[in-house]
Nanobody
Framework: QVQLVESGGGSVQAGGSLRLSCAASGRTVSSYTMGWFRQAPGKEREFVATISRSRNTYSADSVKGRFTISRDNAKNTVYLQMNSLKPEDTAVYYC?????????????????WGQGTQVTVSS
């Protein structure tokens, strides 16, 4: 079992950057496919980005070219670098871990979830 704790959220103006961190404990992140999801007010939670055990990555079209997911095995941490932020990126961002091998964009295969971190982008 793995425990996940997100950090790095905050308030930023449009065009700015933030880096979210997801610190894992209990097991190493390299044992999982890791993902980032987000939920905006009044909307369903949606996929943002994922990184597989072999470090293949995939991002949603809405963030492609702006957000980058990465993993530091030594720190047992997954990151989401967010650049060129837009007001529509405002949401609670969640980190999740899946035992599924390979790129995983659906929410159901993710077995473990963090509590989330708020990101607010003002225009």
């Amino acid at each position: 079992q793995v425990q996940l704790v997100e950090s790095g959220g905050g308030s930023v103006q449009a065009g700015g950057s933030l880096r979210l961190s997801c610190a894992a404990s209990g097991r190493t992140v390299s044992s999982y496919t890791m993902g980032w999801f987000r939920q905006a007010p009044g909307k369903e939670r949606e996929f943002v980005a994922t990184i597989s055990r072999s470090r293949n990555t995939y991002s949603a079209d809405s963030v492609k070219g702006r957000f980058t997911i990465s993993r530091d095995n030594a720190k047992n941490t997954v990151y989401l670098q967010m650049n060129s932020l837009k007001p529509e990126d405002t949401a609670v961002y969640y980190c999740a871990a899946s035992l599924r091998v390979g790129i995983t964009t659906g929410q159901a295969p993710y077995d473990y979830w963090g509590q989330g971190t708020q990101v607010t982008v003002s225009s």
